[in-house]
């Protein structure tokens, strides 16, 4: 019984690096509201993300017949997708507190008839730095330049 109470009072009284007295395991609901605690990688990982608006705007059909898309790879972090006439890829780098960094976009040079939306969204893909999933939409965002792009999974 002794022996019980001491393992007890061992656990209860947990000490951090510090000294400090901590709970362990324990997240109040403030934090748990707050992005920096929350880990989303493995909800925007090998998933086909539709592009469905860049900076609060629906895309305009597209006369290629393409969707633009990306698909961030587990192997190698890298991202590949379409910008609706080229095809793209590159890097990416997962933060704490749902930080993204995409580095090294590559693209096909394919010329087609409407390339104004693709350009905003090339052009915009390296400044995002933060990202945020809610159900199926994923919203990437630039903390800079308040450039926002929002996708849709496709199954």
């Given at each position: ?8 009072i061992a656990l209860v ?22 992005s920096e605690n929350i ?32 698909i961030f790879k587990t ?81």
């Amino acid at each position: 019984m002794a022996v019980v109470l001491v393992h007890i009072i061992a656990l209860v009284s947990c000490k951090n690096r510090t000294g400090n007295s901590q709970d362990v395991g324990v997240v109040s609901s403030t934090e748990a509201l707050n992005s920096e605690n929350i880990d989303q990688s493995a909800d925007i990982l090998e998933k086909y993300w539709k592009l469905t608006s860049i900076n609060g705007e629906a895309l305009p059909a597209n006369s290629m017949g393409r969707e633009a898309h990306i698909i961030f790879k587990t192997e190698n972090s890298r991202i590949i997708g379409n910008g609706g006439c080229n095809t793209l890829s590159g890097h990416y780098e997962l933060k704490r507190g749902n930080g993204i960094v995409l580095s090294k976009i590559a693209t096909t040079m394919m010329a087609c008839l409407d390339m104004e939306t693709e350009g905003k969204f090339l052009r915009a893909l390296e400044t995002y730095d933060k990202y945020l999933i809610v159900a199926d939409t994923l919203t990437l965002t630039s903390t800079s330049t308040n450039a926002s792009a929002r996708f849709e999974a496709v199954y």
